[in-house]
C-alpha cells in the first residue's frame, strides 16, 4: 500500500478486519518489522487521538516516530504555485514536502478542508502534493475530504458490537457553532457503503454529502424515522458540502437543537450503541446522558484507533 486514502486502498474488509482483531489480541506481533524505520507525522491541523494513537501505532510496529507541527515552529508554508512569495509565507511546499520526504519512512499528513475553494478542497491539493513529491508513502490523517483512520477504526468498533449478521447504522448529522469539515462523514459512508450493513443517512436539506462517497446510500430527511430500530447510531456535524447548495459549500446552515441526540432520540432505536469521533460538544451534538450510557461506544472507538493505525502502518512497512 502506497496511499491509504479510500476504502479500496485496504483491500477485502473481511481481511483487514482480521489483521486489526489480530493486533488487538498482540499489538507488539509486528515489531521487528518497523526497525531502523520512521514515521513523520505532519499536522496542519490540531489533533489528540490520531497524534496519540498514531504515533503509538508505529511505536508497536518498533519504529521511529517524528511528529511535525507545522504551524508551530515551522517555516510558514506556501502551497500556491507561480506566486511571488512577498508576503508571511517564507518557504514553499514544493521544497519542504521532498525535505521531509528525505527523513522518514512514511509520511502522516493532516490538513482539513480550508473551504475557499470547493474545488481545491475536493481535488485534495495538498495531499496530492505529498504523494506526488514526498517519494515515500503517505497516509491520510484527516485531509479536505476524508478520514480513513477514523472510518476504519468505526468499521472495527461495529464489528465487534453488533449483534446482528447485517446491523442498520445511521449516520445522523447534528448541530455545532462552527463550520466543520465534511471529511469524517465521507469516509464513514464511503465504508459503511462497503461494509455489510444496512447504512441510512439523515440530515437536514442542504447536507447533502458528495456522491463520491454517498454513493447510493439511502438518505431519510426526517432524523427519528431514519433512528427507527437504529443499531448504531454514527452522529456527526458538517457543514455544507456544496452539493445541493454550491454557493454555500462550507457554511453552516442550520444549527437546529431539535437534531440534537437525546434520550427521546435513542428510544425510537432498538437500544442503538451511540458513536462519535471526538472530539465532541456536550450538549450540542450529543447530551450528557446519552454519551455517558452504556450505550455509549466513544471510548472503546478512540481506543480502536490505535488498532486501524497499526494495520494500515504494517501493511504499508511490508510494502517497502
Ligand atoms: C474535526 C472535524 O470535524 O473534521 C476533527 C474530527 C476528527 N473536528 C473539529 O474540528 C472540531
Ligand atoms: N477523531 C479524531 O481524529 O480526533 P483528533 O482530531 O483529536 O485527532
Not at 522518514?104 to 513529491?133: H, M, P, W
Not at 465521507?186 to 458528495?210: C, K, R
Request: with cysteine; hydrophobic share 40%; glycine share 4%.
Amino acid at each position: 500500500m502506497r496511499v491509504f486514502q479510500n476504502v479500496q486502498d485496504i483491500g477485502p474488509l473481511g481481511q483487514a478486519l482480521q489483521e486489526a482483531f489480530e493486533i488487538k489480541k498482540d499489538r507488539y506481533k509486528y515489531q521487528q518489522l518497523g526497525k531502523n524505520r520512521t514515521a513523520l507525522l505532519i499536522f496542519f491541523n490540531n489533533s489528540l487521538r490520531t497524534r496519540l494513537s498514531t504515533q503509538k501505532a508505529a511505536l508497536n510496529l518498533g519504529m521511529n516516530v517524528i511528529v511535525l507541527d507545522v504551524n508551530q515552529g515551522a517555516w510558514k508554508l506556501e502551497t500556491e504555485r507561480g506566486v511571488i512569495m512577498d508576503g508571511d509565507k517564507s518557504e514553499h511546499l514544493l521544497e519542504a514536502i521532498p525535505v521531509m520526504g528525505s527523513y522518514c519512512d512514511l509520511i502522516g499528513v493532516r490538513s482539513f478542508a480550508t473551504f475557499a475553494n470547493r474545488k481545491d478542497d475536493y481535488e485534495e491539493k495538498v495531499l496530492n502534493q505529498f504523494i506526488r513529491y514526498s517519494g515515500k508513502p503517505v497516509f491520510f490523517m484527516e485531509s479536505a475530504t476524508v478520514h480513513p483512520l477514523q472510518s476504519f477504526a468505526d468499521l472495527i468498533t461495529i464489528e465487534e458490537y453488533k449483534k446482528k449478521a447485517r446491523p442498520k447504522v445511521v449516520l445522523t448529522w447534528a448541530p455545532h457553532p462552527k463550520a466543520l469539515p465534511q471529511a469524517v462523514p465521507n469516509s464513514f459512508a464511503q465504508w459503511m457503503n462497503a461494509a455489510d450493513v444496512d447504512f441510512v443517512i439523515t440530515h437536514p436539506e442542504g447536507y447533502e454529502l458528495d456522491s463520491v462517497f454517498a454513493g447510493n446510500a439511502r438518505v431519510e430527511y426526517d432524523q427519528l424515522k431514519a433512528f427507527e430500530g437504529a443499531d448504531f447510531i454514527y452522529a456527526k456535524n458538517w457543514s455544507c458540502p456544496g452539493v445541493t447548495r454550491p454557493e454555500a459549500y462550507g457554511q453552516v446552515l442550520s444549527k437546529d437543537m431539535s437534531w440534537t441526540v437525546d434520550a427521546a432520540h435513542m428510544a425510537v432505536t432498538d437500544n442503538a450503541y451511540f458513536m462519535h469521533c471526538l472530539p465532541v460538544r456536550r450538549g450540542m451534538i450529543v447530551t450528557d446522558d446519552v454519551i455517558e450510557s452504556p450505550q455509549s461506544l466513544v471510548i472503546p472507538e478512540a481506543a480502536n484507533r490505535e488498532i486501524s493505525a497499526t494495520v494500515v502502518l504494517k501493511r504499508m512497512l511490508q510494502a517497502l
